[in-house]
């Protein structure tokens, strides 16, 4: 039982949340193995977004999958507990895959404390004792543990390599200049590292005086900074202010109009009232007068009838003839008409005072840097090659077309170890770091793709080693139909379809990063402005099938 849990190993059960091995092991939908507490606080933080992803693959569930513990999962974990961990002494430091292995332990080694220039072997604590206790031993020289004792063996003559000739600047054993050294310029190693180490010196110096320079130069910077920030908090009181007197003027003309047009309407119903009590006493007279009227019609008295029509006769005509004219009902549109001339004056105003005010700020530039690109030959001027560091890929990417390519397989690949390489993330970093203006295309197949820029520093391990998901990276998250810009773990919706090549403009001085759909045309997608503190590498982590760095178009 004990040899079955040597063979397991520790990582390979832990959780990428916590980094430590799992409790209550749950499996997400996508494959992932998570300590069931661990995930469920990173799902609450996500609950008021509507949807849940995996820490590791980003890949999103909806609705919140239900957990249910890992049975299997569970029960290796703890077998690995009781006979991979309780079976090491807690005084033995073990090797693990980036440490330096004693080479004279047998079955499973110690980390080595020391290598041995002369037996060019690296002992743990215990087989390096006799180095301390016998006198033969005493003379031999101790390093630090070194991965790279057998470079100095010389695969010539299987001899350690003492020598060093000048002619070919390489090291070679005594037997060299025998025949293929013979005749050329050959010293001790030790007297070619003193001669060196003097030139060593004299470069840190100028590397010193070097920093110096920068770190001067950073505090001007840091000057120009708070200036900066200065200037800007400034200048959002005084816009605020300004903005807010506008509003409030505005606010003043609204309740003018008002009280006007309540005014207004006040007098002219008053005037409407005025004339109608008048026309209904007209209505009233001519009513008593009609009654007059209709009672002598009714008179059957001839004489009678004669005797008083002439007293009624003036009766014939009405006691006020009114005449007046009603206007269309659209009393108060010319003044509705008036104010929207206002608003569309003032809109206008707006606008075009906005675009001057846009491009004043864009205009602010400390460090007075060249303006971004915008034809193809101005991107083309500043076009860079970007070649993948093997050493960075995670074993389960392919790296092809003169390491320009990188695709996404099912089995893990036969490389080194390696402290640069990507362990929990699909991810590639770029040979060389960039600086400068610099201009690349990518072009991704399959479901999702990255396209990302990072410091070197970026962590290989973990959920916090995927790009933009850290201080340190910068990413653009494809996929077909959307885009998403992560920085700091912090998300950014970006609108517009989706694009299979994507172009990523650099200026690392002027602290601009921007990416562009590629098509016929470039579309500017996201820019950002920050101010960058360290080189910075291309990187590329694939979800789908593939990605390359193309020629740009």
């Not at 206002?342 to 001057?356: A, E, I, P, V």
Request: aromatic share 8%; glycine share 4%.
């Amino acid at each position: 039982m004990a040899q079955k849990g040597d063979q397991l190993d520790p990582e390979t059960f832990s959780c990428s949340i916590c980094l430590d091995l799992l409790k209550d092991p749950v499996t997400v939908p996508c494959g992932h193995s998570y300590c069931m507490s661990c995930i469920k606080t990173h799902w609450d933080e996500e609950d008021q977004k509507g949807m849940h992803s995996c820490p590791q693959c980003r890949k999103t569930f909806t609705p919140r999958p239900v957990l249910e513990k890992n049975i299997m999962l569970s029960v290796l974990v703890e077998q690995l507990k009781k006979t991979g961990l309780q079976a090491a002494p807690a005084d033995l430091s073990y090797a693990g895959p980036e440490d330096v292995a004693c080479d004279v332990c047998s079955g499973r080694k110690l980390k080595a404390i020391k290598s041995c220039l002369v037996c060019l072997v690296s002992y743990c604590e215990k087989h390096l004792q006799p180095h301390y206790d016998s006198a033969p031993f005493q003379k031999h020289k101790l390093v630090e543990p070194s991965k790279n004792l057998q470079e100095n063996i010389c695969s010539r003559h299987n001899e350690v390599m003492k020598m060093f000739c000048r002619t070919d600047q390489k090291c070679i054993c005594y037997l060299c200049p025998v025949d293929e050294h013979r005749g050329h310029d050959t010293v001790s190693a030790a007297a070619e590292r003193t001669e060196r180490q003097s030139e060593l010196e004299v470069r840190r110096e100028t590397i010193q005086q070097e920093i110096q320079d920068r770190e001067k130069d950073v505090e001007l910077l840091q000057q120009e900074v708070e200036a900066i920030h200065h200037s800007a908090d400034r200048t959002v009181e005084d816009s605020e202010e300004i903005f807010t007197q506008l509003i409030r003027l505005i606010q003043t003309r609204s309740s003018d109009v008002k009280q006007q047009i309540r005014s207004q309407q006040e007098t002219e119903v008053g005037r409407v009232l005025e004339l109608q009590e008048k026309l209904e006493q007209e209505i009233t007279e001519l009513k008593r007068k009609d009654a007059e009227l209709k009672q002598l019609s009714h008179t059957e008295d001839h004489n009678q009838f004669l005797h008083n029509y002439q007293s009624v006769s003036v009766l014939g005509e009405s006691p006020h003839s009114s005449s007046f004219n009603i206007r269309h009902l659209g009393y108060f549109e010319d003044v509705t008409a008036a104010v929207e001339e206002l608003r569309d004056k003032l809109q206008d105003t707006l606008r075009d005072t906005w675009t001057n005010i846009s491009l004043t700020v864009s205009e602010v530039d400390v460090l007075l840097s060249e303006p971004e690109p915008r034809s193809r030959a101005g991107f083309l001027k500043y076009s860079c090659d970007i070649t993948l560091d093997p050493n960075t890929a995670n074993k389960y990417l392919f790296l092809s077309e003169e390491n320009r390519k990188v695709t996404r397989i099912n089995q893990p690949q036969s490389y080194s170890d390696h402290s640069h390489r990507f362990i929990n993330c699909w991810q590639v970093l770029s040979r060389d770091s960039l600086t400068g203006r610099c201009y690349w295309e990518v072009e991704w197949r399959g479901s999702a793709a990255d396209v990302a820029v990072t410091y070197k520093n970026i962590s290989r391990t973990g959920v916090q080693s995927g790009f933009g998901w850290n201080d340190k990276s910068w990413a653009l998250c494809c996929s077909p139909d959307s885009f998403r810009f992560w920085h700091n773990n912090i998300k950014t919706s970006i609108s517009g379809p989706g694009s299979s090549r994507i172009g990523v403009y650099l200026d690392h001085r002027a602290g601009v990063l921007s990416f562009y759909r590629v098509s016929e045309t470039r579309t500017l997608l996201h820019r950002v402005q920050t101010t960058f503190t360290q080189p910075l590498h291309a990187g590329v982590r694939v979800h789908g099938d593939s990605a390359e760095f193309c020629q740009p178009n």
